[in-house]
């Protein structure tokens, strides 16, 4: 099959690729974390297959946290729909469908009506807006990256315009007036370091993270991939690695997470998908945590 020069997203190969993007071996020293292990993680706001592995990424962190901390880069998968042009583009519409059949393999909510309704002119305003929120520290950050992405992939809101990148940000406890300050300023350069980056180091398609060490020994993990994956490259790389064992109880899970979907919890909690949804249900209807509702799938939230 024809592979369509848009903003691409593969459910086999469980990648989001940059059009005309090529690999490169071109090595680029990436300073180390103070943990043993880094994670350099490029990605978009947009990327569906990045929120495919949103549930690998928590559970490695609850399993590994101590042994490796997440460098977020972005990764910039949609310049605007002009940027790709030519006969085979069919524009944003063209991204509905694939978003709600990545929806059902990822098993992670997804509404591809968006497309349909109030489509995206570019990523680049949410990514540069990351960017932003970094500048008030990584966890804010990360927090804010997980809003804009329930957002626009559950509630359909249209995180390019600055109006829902402002609420993301108030409800993260980030400074609102702070954050459209840098993001008109420095923000807009710390974007185009982390694009700049991602060329350099041949970063061709999201999910791409990069598992490093002090000594900038560097393994590839492309793609959504299975757990065992992510876990196996930073135990070959960081080998005196302990797998930690965490509480998998509702009130420990939600005490860390303020939102999960049936994915996560399922994947987070050891329980079938089946199981982690009757119980989640359960839970909601003793008011013990809230739902969100969207088309292909709640969120449940801690009150």
Known sequence: METKPTMHCDIETGMCEIPGAQATTEDTNIAAAQ???KLLYFTDPICSSCWGIDPQLKKLALEYGPYF???YRMGGLLPSWEAYGGRDVNGPASVAQHWEEAGAHYEMPIDGDLWL???????????IAFKAAQLQGEDKAGAFLRRIKEMIFLE???IARWDNLALAAEQTGLDVAQLKADFEGKAVELFQQDLALARQLGVRGFPT???TDGNDNRILVYGSRPYAQYEQALLQLHPEATKQQYDTSYTSLFGKYSTLTTKEFSVLSGL???????HLQELQEQGKIGKYASKNGPLWKRF
């Open 35 to 37: 943990k043993p292990i």
């Open 69 to 71: 901390e997440v460098e």
């Open 117 to 127: 309704e109030d489509p995206l002119p570019s990523s680049y305003p949410p990514s």
């Open 156 to 158: 359909k809101k249209n």
């Open 209 to 211: 993270i990069f598992v």
């Open 272 to 278: 079938k998908t089946s199981e982690a949804e009757a």
